[in-house]
């Protein structure tokens, strides 16, 4: 099992930066692919990023270059740091988990474990 809580949510401007943290709990964090979503009212839940297991890093094309994913298997802890938000970067963000690395991690339903979210808004 594995509990996750995102944290560092918050209001923005356009152009501003964020940066959200996800602390796990359990004993083999290191042999979980960490993904982060997102979902803006009335829209489906889109991918964000992920961290595999074995260490490569992927990102949607819509954040390329504009948000990276940290993770420290020590503490646990999957960070995402926002920067050059835009309005449409407006969303509930969640924390993803699961284990190994199978295909198809760009689709929250591969994720068995989910964080409670955390919400960033960004005013133009």
């Known amino acids: 099992q594995v509990q996750l809580a995102e944290s560092g949510g918050g209001l923005v401007q356009a152009g501003g930066s964020l940066r959200l943290s996800c602390a796990a709990s359990?004993?083999?964090?290191?042999?979980?692919?960490m993904g982060w979503f997102r979902q803006a009212p009335g829209k489906e839940r889109e991918f964000v990023g992920a961290?595999?297991?074995?260490?490569?890093?992927y990102y949607a094309d819509s954040v390329k270059g504009r948000f990276t994913i940290s993770r420290d298997n020590a503490k646990k802890t999957v960070d995402l740091q926002l920067n050059s938000l835009k309005p449409e970067d407006t969303a509930t963000y969640y924390c993803?988990?699961?284990?190994?690395?199978?295909?198809?991690?760009?689709?929250?339903?591969?994720?068995?474990?989910w964080g409670q979210g955390t919400q960033v808004t960004v005013s133009s």
């Open positions: 961290s595999r297991h074995i260490g490569t890093t």
């Open positions: 359990g004993r083999t964090f290191s042999t979980y692919t």
């Open positions: 993803a988990a699961v284990y190994l690395s199978p295909p198809n991690f760009s689709r929250a339903g591969t994720f068995n474990y």
